[in-house]
């Protein structure tokens, strides 16, 4: 009888747990569907608010910006006060500015919110992380639960556009933010018993002096990279990452003095650790920077509407979840590295697909060659990120997957700046060896698709100058497609060469 209420004590705990991973899985989802749901949304809000061009920008990116660049104080702080407590502040600050945002009357009401969103959603990530960190001491069932957290968090930034086009069908603009309203609310309600504490009593105060450094070395170098990437002139680009890279320097410097760092610098001693942090920022630079590509191509040259192009984009979701149930099954028997390499291998693959498409291809085959490419990265992401959560100390746990979400934010910003400038380049060579002259008059004709598409129709040939930018654009395209594909292959061998001999834990076998 006693061994029979033992095991049912035990039963309890196990369903309990996932019941807790159910809800960290919801805000983690909501925090990366806010990066993209306003993308359907912008025509609607501009013409209500009627934002200038800057203040629609930081509509756009101040929640990114915000986000990038706390997280890691908001990591080293949740190590401290307690991830628990600052997941669920964090939650009631993430409802509080949902509500503003739906309701701003103003384009600087809605960049405020959208920044209190960003800080918001910085507690959310490395929060959620650590404390499944801390509900799955065990191997297995923490890769499973990290796999279901990869899921929703990779997820949402398709989903994001999907349920901003359902909502704007029969709402208002400010819809796509109080949907995350009754989520907030539940977890606030539920986190309490379902979620444990975990922190670090002994930690002293995270230094405020490194916290200002981390946030202005990350958001100046991400605003710089963005910039460039934009093809913005003049001195700022430069500027921001000329900043982004004295205060990344005087980070690292007092991190290497400082009696209570935001970030253990020994845990990049660690094989691991190391090795998974550019895993993941490889994998994110490649996605991030092929997507922005993707989404120009399939509502550009192959002329779907953006709620459509969205709905095509549901199938690689499934690629995603199907690679990152097969990593957390195979890890079981095979070493990391094999799971890990064989993933960038396939994502390479998918890339290399997509050099093969055309302007003439069909929807089905950029999905195929995408969704190649999806199953790849879902065998690569859930291993990265317990690699990144399970190297450090349990009481580092925040830190760590803060760190692990700053290397995916830069990458996602070098991916887009790198991929994105090579393929303009191709573009606008192209363009200028094919096109006609009168398309070329125009400065945004001669950069960009989308330009030249609006001005070939009151040319004397708009189909000559609708072919000539489309293949141009699809030669850039192509490019960038490559260049991915030989970055994953060399990524491949590099990581796998590293995990090779590495365990689970991070440490050499």
């Known amino acids: ?15 309990r747990r996932w019941w807790g991973v159910a809800a960290l899985t919801l805000p983690a989802l909501l925090a990366s569907m806010d990066l993209s749901v306003l993308f359907m949304a912008a025509p609607w809000l501009s013409a209500d608010l009627a934002p200038s061009g800057t203040q629609l920008l930081w509509i756009m990116d101040v929640y990114g910006f915000a986000m990038a660049g706390l997280l890691i104080t908001m990591g080293a702080w949740g190590d401290r006060i307690g991830r628990r407590r600052l997941l669920l502040a964090g939650a009631a600050l993430f409802g509080a500015a949902s509500v503003l945002a739906a309701f701003a009357s103003t384009p600087e009401t809605l960049v405020l919110a959208r920044a209190l969103l960003g800080v918001g959603g910085a507690t959310l990530a490395p929060s959620t992380l650590a404390l499944i960190r801390t509900m799955f001491p065990d191997d297995g069932p923490r890769r499973a639960a990290i796999g279901v957290w990869t899921a929703a968090f990779t997820g949402g930034v398709v989903i994001g556009p999907i349920v901003g086009g359902v909502l704007l069908e029969h709402f208002w603009w400010g819809s796509v933010f109080l949907i995350n309203v009754p989520v907030m609310a539940a977890l606030l309600l539920v986190g309490p018993v379902l979620l444990p504490e975990s922190r670090d009593p002994g930690r002293p105060r995270p230094d405020v002096a490194s916290a200002v450094l981390s946030l202005l070395a990350v958001t100046a170098t991400i605003y710089g990279v963005k ?128 050099t093969t498409i055309s302007a003439t291809s069909t929807v089905p085959a950029v999905m195929a060659a995408y969704t190649v490419l999806t199953f790849g990265t879902g065998l690569v992401a859930p291993l990265a990120v317990d690699l990144i959560v399970s190297t450090a100390p349990p009481e580092r746990a925040g830190a760590a997957s803060a760190l692990g979400e700053t290397s995916a934010e830069f990458g996602g910003a070098v991916g887009i700046a790198i991929l994105g400038t090579a393929a303009a380049a191709i573009y606008r060579t192209g363009l200028a060896d094919t096109a006609p002259p009168e398309l070329l008059v125009t400065r945004d004709a001669a950069d960009t698709l989308g330009g030249a598409l609006q001005i070939a129709p009151s040319l004397p040939d708009p189909t000559a100058a609708v072919t000539a930018a489309t293949d141009a654009f699809v030669c850039g395209f192509s490019t960038a497609a490559a260049l991915a594909a030989v970055l994953l292959v060399v990524s491949a061998a590099v990581v796998t060469a590293r995990l090779w001999n590495t365990a689970p834990t991070g440490e050499p076998r």
């Not at 209420?5 to 309890?12: G, K, L, M, Y």
């Not at 095509?312 to 990593?327: H, K, Q, R, S």
Request: with cysteine; aromatic share 6%; glycine share 12%.
């Open 227 to 354: 910039e460039f990437a934009a093809g913005t002139g003049g001195p700022m680009p430069v500027t921001g990452l000329i900043i982004g890279t004295l205060a990344g320097v005087l980070f690292v410097r007092r991190q290497q003095r400082a009696r209570a760092p935001l970030i253990e610098l020994a845990l990049f001693g660690r094989r691991g650790f190391g090795a998974a942090l550019s895993c993941q920022a490889v994998v994110v630079a490649a996605s991030a920077g092929m997507g922005f590509l993707a989404v120009q191509f399939v509502q550009l040259v192959l002329g779907l509407r953006p709620f459509t192009a969205a709905l095509w984009m549901l199938p690689t979701i499934a690629g995603t979840v199907a690679g990152i149930v097969l990593a957390t099954t195979a890890v079981r028997w095979v070493r990391t590295a094999v799971p890990v390499g064989t993933g960038l291998l396939l994502a390479a693959t998918g890339f290399l697909l997509l």
């Open 1 to 15: 009888m006693v061994d029979e209420t033992v095991q049912n004590e035990a039963d309890r705990r196990r369903g």
